[in-house]
């Protein structure tokens, strides 16, 4: 089918741009291959070059997707790749953003509902650009996006889920994202439980590397992740974080004292 033969020619393209030309180019190659399954006055509203008219073209196509499943997800990948190239790029308008975030929830729901999986190259032309942009400065924006991640694990594994946020905390150039990311990895393994998301060996010592940052946003992150490690590990948390300086595991240490007074009974 289109679906599996896009996958396979397209793979894993990196989806988190920030070069206008490149999303135009991707842009256009999305609107080409949408036109086949898109009303015209729809295609034409989804990639006009005015604002208010794409605005009105995501808000048809949130309103046909849950009478649609089917095509719906015939058309995933590239309904997924539109939204994440509206959102990307310097000159992404904040009325689109918002009409895109209402999108992706409403397309969430319809897949829940139908009990659909995302596939890799799905997820990965969504979920890295959220990741992103939940770094953003408009509150409305994250708030909605922070939705959005946690009912992601309904759809896609939680485990790979998390793999993809200890990405976005190594490769972002925004601190915010960072912090974000290491705040939603905490907040998974609170959840699911540390070992439902994880490989403590591996995940431990890269997370503890952020307690040392400068940025206290980020630092604070990480050390809530390794509170919610400790949820689950108890002492043995410590093996995985060998290399921390004392400096540092005293930070560590000062933060569980402080989460487990906050938990014990007045």
Not at 132 to 138: A, C, I, M, Q, T
Request: aromatic fraction near 4%.
């Amino acid at each position: 089918g289109g679906k599996e033969g896009r996958e396979k020619k397209h793979g894993r393209q990196k989806w988190v741009l920030d070069d206008a030309k490149e999303v135009e180019v991707y842009m256009q190659d999305v609107a080409l291959l949408l036109e086949p399954s898109c009303a015209p006055g729809l295609h034409a509203a989804l990639f006009s070059k005015d604002f208010k008219k794409q605005v009105d073209g995501i808000r048809a196509l949130a309103a046909f997707v849950p009478e649609h499943p089917q095509e719906l997800i015939g058309n995933l990948d590239l309904v997924l790749k539109m939204c994440t190239l509206r959102m990307m790029g310097k000159g992404a308008n904040t009325s689109v953003v918002l009409a895109v975030l209402e999108l992706l929830r409403t397309t969430l729901e319809v897949l829940v509902s139908h009990d659909y999986r995302l596939t890799e190259m799905e997820a990965s032309v969504s979920l890295p650009c959220l990741m992103e942009e939940v770094g953003g400065n408009n509150d409305n924006q994250r708030r909605i996006i922070r939705e959005l991640l946690k009912k992601a694990t309904q759809v896609y594994p939680a485990s790979k889920i998390f793999a993809m946020l200890s990405d976005t905390a190594v490769y972002t150039r925004n601190q915010k994202s960072r912090a974000e990311a290491l705040g939603e990895m905490a907040a998974l393994a609170e959840r699911l439980g540390l070992e439902q998301v994880c490989v403590p060996s591996k995940a431990l010592p890269a997370i503890s590397a952020y307690v040392a940052e400068r940025d206290v946003g980020v630092r604070n992150a990480a050390l809530d992740c390794l509170v919610s490690a400790h949820q689950t590990l108890g002492d043995r948390m410590w093996k995985h974080l060998q290399k921390l300086e004392q400096k540092e595991r005293d930070m560590v240490e000062a933060r569980l004292r402080k989460a487990r007074q906050a938990a014990a009974p007045p």
